[in-house]
């Protein structure tokens, strides 16, 4: 058995909280699933979108820090996150994103997939992968019908100075295997994952990319439980990482390192789950604080803007 099951969560940076319901929500059709606050900066908000139950590998998170600069692509982080669609309905997906009229939308083939290419207003770059195979339920909302909607995470592209660290590490102790290699890049895949592919593209002649709006904080694995998790987090300390304790982020237990490639890794876990403080039906709808915060919750309620969802 694989070590992590691919992909969790995606957290990114943005400059909107209203401006990541609007486009993640009611452009790409996520849902969100839970608002609360950064628990290490609870003055900002901390939106979930994914599909409609919140499953391990459709979940991006956001931290909306209003205003806040749009920080640079390049070395060193999560270049573009991959979402799986079913085959036939790019057609579908060039026409609402070009309706939105956010960013171009580019058509490509990577590693004999068809996916488009684009951006949200903070420049968070994403590509629509028509995915085989893939037979996660998608969530009918805003116009989307069930078997148009993003299924979930495809993937990632990490783009890094020099890929081979990170590999080694990827290929190695978190179980991935190489599929395949085109140039400057190299297809992984976490075994039996959906949300399974990870590609390292080497750009040694880009600058390190800076933090900011529209770019991925961390990427986060995942694990079923703490047990696995601490068995894994014991591995990656004999192997030298430094990787923080086993950190309660409520809806999932967290830890965090820093890959060779300098993108931060998390493995998460699938215990509890996002329905453990709200039902499926309402998921996302109550800000929900963290029992250290929740002794701020008038302050917060006045402090964070309403959204219209
Ligand atoms: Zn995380």
């Given at each position: 058995m694989s070590p992590v099951s691919g992909l969790h969560h995606i957290t990114a940076i943005s400059s909107s909280a209203q401006g990541n319901v609007d486009f993640f929500g009611k452009v790409l059709g996520l849902r969100l699933v839970k608002k609360t606050v950064n628990f290490d900066d609870p003055g900002t908000y901390h939106l979930y979108f994914a599909d409609r139950v919140g499953s391990p590998g459709s979940v991006l998170t956001f931290f909306p820090w209003a205003g806040v600069p749009k920080g640079r692509p390049g070395t060193g982080e999560t270049g573009l996150t991959h979402f799986a669609?079913?085959?036939?309905?790019?057609?579908?997906?060039?026409?609402?994103?070009?309706?939105?009229?956010?960013?171009?939308?580019t058509e490509e083939t990577v590693f004999g997939e068809t996916r488009l290419v684009s951006a949200d207003p903070d420049g968070f770059g994403f590509a629509i992968v028509e995915a085989r195979g893939d037979d996660r339920a998608g969530f009918a909302t805003h116009g989307i019908a069930a078997n148009e909607a993003i299924k979930g995470f495809r993937g990632v592209t990490l783009t890094l100075a020099d890929g081979a660290a990170t590999r080694d590490l990827l290929t190695g102790l978190m179980g991935y295997e190489e599929q395949a290699r085109d140039g400057a890049l190299t297809r992984l895949v976490s075994p039996t994952a959906e949300a399974g592919v990870v590609d390292i593209l080497e750009a040694s002649d880009q600058r390190p990319a800076s933090q900011g709006a529209g770019r991925i904080h961390h990427i986060a694995f995942r694990v079923a439980d703490r047990a696995a998790q601490g068995a894994i987090r014991d591995t990656l300390t004999a192997e030298g990482f430094q990787v923080t304790p086993q950190i309660d982020r409520s809806y999932f237990y967290a830890i965090y390192f820093r890959s060779p490639g300098g993108v931060l890794f998390e493995i998460a876990t699938d215990e509890p789950g996002f329905a453990t403080d709200e039902s499926v039906e309402h998921l996302g709808e109550a800000l929900k604080l963290p029992a250290q915060h929740e002794k701020l919750r008038p302050v917060l309620e006045q402090k964070l803007p309403a959204l219209s969802v």
């Open positions: 669609v079913a085959p036939g309905t790019l057609p579908f997906w060039r026409e609402r994103l070009e309706g939105a009229g956010v960013a171009p939308v």
